[in-house]
C-alpha cells in the first residue's frame, strides 16, 4: 500500500481517512481496535497499519469482492426483478465482464418460475433483450400473483 503521507499532517489522520473506506469485518476490526486498544501502533503508524490489515484481510481487490458478491446473489421468490437487477448491476458493472457471461451470471440467480418460461421464449439477441424479456416476465408474474390473490379474499 503507497499513499502520499505528505497530504496529512499525522499518521493517524491519514489513517482515519483509510478507515472511511474499510467495510465489513475489516471496519469491524477497526473500530475494536479504537474502543479496547485506542493506543495500539496500528491506529497511529501507516506502516503498521497497512502490515496489519494486508495480513489479516489480504490485498483488497475491488474485481475479487465483486465477483463473490455476484456469486451470491440469489434472486428470492418474493422479490421483484426490477430491484433485484440493481443490485446485479452494482456489482456488474465493477466486473466488466462481456454481456454473453453476465447474461449467464444473471441466469443462474433467478428464481425458478422465471428460468421455467425463459426456457419457452425466443431468444434475445443481446443482453439488453434478454433483461427486459425477464422484466416483462416478472411483471406477468406479479400480475397473475395479485389475481390470485384477488381470488382468495372472500
Known amino acids: 500500500m503507497e499513499t502520499k503521507l505528505l497530504t496529512f499532517q499525522l499518521e493517524s489522520s ?4 483509510a478507515a472511511l473506506y474499510l467495510q465489513g469485518i475489516t471496519f469491524d476490526h477497526y473500530t475494536v481496535l479504537l474502543q479496547f486498544d485506542p493506543n495500539s501502533l496500528v ?3 501507516w506502516q503498521v497499519f497497512a502490515q496489519e490489515f494486508s495480513s489479516k484481510f489480504g490485498v483488497f481487490d475491488t474485481i ?3 465477483e463473490e458478491n455476484l456469486f451470491n446473489l440469489q434472486m ?4 421483484r426483478f426490477t430491484t433485484f437487477i440493481v443490485h446485479f448491476k452494482k456489482e456488474a ?3 466488466r465482464w462481456n454481456y454473453n457471461i453476465l447474461w449467464f451470471a444473471l441466469c443462474c440467480t433467478l428464481p425458478q418460475h422465471i ?3 425463459l426456457c419457452l421464449a425466443l431468444k434475445q439477441p443481446n443482453y439488453n433483450g434478454n433483461k427486459a424479456l425477464v422484466t416483462q416476465i416478472d411483471q406477468w408474474y406479479w400480475e397473475d400473483h395479485s389475481e390470485y390473490l384477488a381470488l382468495q379474499m372472500p
Do not use: G, P, Q, W
Request: aromatic share 10%; hydrophobic share 40%; charged share 25%.
Open 14 to 17: 491519514c489513517i482515519a481517512f
Open 64 to 66: 475479487v469482492e465483486a
Open 43 to 45: 491506529l497511529s503508524n
Open 93 to 95: 458493472y465493477k466486473i
Open 76 to 79: 428470492h421468490n418474493n422479490k
Open 115 to 117: 428460468k421455467d418460461i
